[in-house]
């Protein structure tokens, strides 16, 4: 099993910045894609960012060149560095990972961005 919480979220401006934070514990070795995903209210859960245990990286189109995904493999930490937000940005923001074909997720943090 992993376990996966999320921190970081909160409230703030348009143009603002947040880094998120994903800490996972429990059977971590062996974790390959991990990413993070976003839900906005009545809509479907979205691809926001993933990094491969080798370090490459992919971004939804919306926030390329805003988002930084990010992993410290000695602290088991997965981070979305977020600038230049923007109101439609507000979601709960949810963690992923992969591990030996399952995939688990965190508990989700709010992010709320105002204009």
């Known amino acids: 099993q992993v376990q996966l919480v999320e921190s970081g979220g909160g409230l703030v401006q348009a143009g603002g910045s947040l880094r998120l934070s994903c800490a996972a514990s429990?059977?971590?070795?062996?974790?390959?894609?991990m990413g993070w995903y976003r839900q906005a209210p009545g809509k479907q859960r979205d691809l926001v960012a993933v990094?491969?245990?080798?370090?490459?990286?992919n971004y939804a189109d919306s926030v390329k060149g805003r988002f930084t995904i990010s992993r410290d493999n000695a602290k088991n930490t997965l981070y979305l560095q977020m600038n230049s937000l923007k109101p439609e940005d507000t979601a709960v923001y949810y963690c992923?990972?992969?591990?030996?074909?399952?995939?688990?997720w965190g508990q989700g943090t709010q992010v709320t961005v105002s204009s």
């Open positions: 429990g059977s971590i070795f062996s974790i390959s894609i």
């Open positions: 990094i491969t245990s080798g370090g490459a990286t």
């Open positions: 992923k990972a992969f591990r030996l074909g399952r995939e688990y």
